[in-house]
């Protein structure tokens, strides 16, 4: 990865608002996840298929189904997709099993890093959220992180999930700004960079898994936490 020092990365014009992705980007979306996933296997014993794989599995069923008509809540997103994620698995969980991880991520608590950063981040700029998620989905996560935030843009509002730029317009709308007075942080390269690249945002990528990027949606700074953020966005004055 690069050093952030060294990345095309402009604050000029001064942006007035930073816009997150929330899962993943600020919260523990894989690590909750991930175990939620591994004790439905536990229980189906089955020890041959890893909890990466049926996310890996749900993240292709989500692509497809957020993309159709007409918009599901999120909620619904992922019960249909971990049902079909499991079951390309050779694996059929109960209703039950289903729901629970469905509704885990109102349970996704910060990355250690995230409070403070983001209160000094508040210091300086408005704070958003842009999210795949529902209002009542999202509302315990955003509790969570503690500090307050000035925009709350979810996909129930905006009736369509990123990448679409349906979501992003009637953000920039509610928020009443241009898309460059905005520079837009998440950790998602297709739901999150991919839309960036396609409106020309500023974005800063948090790699925190050391994943490799998609050169196609350059340019875009990249740092492997919210810190590598701050970094970019509160520069130390000279």
Known sequence: MTEPSA???????????????????????????????????????????????ILDSFSAQSRRLTAQKPHRLY????????????????????????????????????????????????????????????????????????????????AEQAQAYKPSRQLFDYAYRQMGVMPDETVHVAMGMYWDMKARHELGLRGIWVNRRSEIGNPDWLPYAEVSDLEGAAALLLPTPR
């Open 7 to 53: 990345l095309p990365f402009k604050l000029d014009p001064a942006p007035k608002i930073i816009t997150f992705d929330c899962y993943g980007t600020l919260v523990q979306w894989y690590e909750v996840l991930l175990r939620e996933i591994g004790e439905t296997l536990a229980a189906h014993d089955r020890q041959d298929i890893t909890a990466a794989a």
């Open 75 to 154: 909620k619904e997103i992922l019960r249909i997709g971990f049902a079909a994620a499991f079951r390309e698995h050779g694996v059929t969980p109960s209703a039950d099993e289903i729901e629970r991880i469905a509704v885990s991520p109102m349970t996704m608590g910060p990355h250690a890093e995230v409070p403070d950063v983001l209160r000094r981040l508040r210091e300086r700029y408005s704070i958003a959220i842009f999210t795949n998620s529902d209002d009542d989905l999202i509302a315990p996560t955003v509790a969570k992180i503690v500090v307050p935030f000035d925009f709350v843009i979810t």
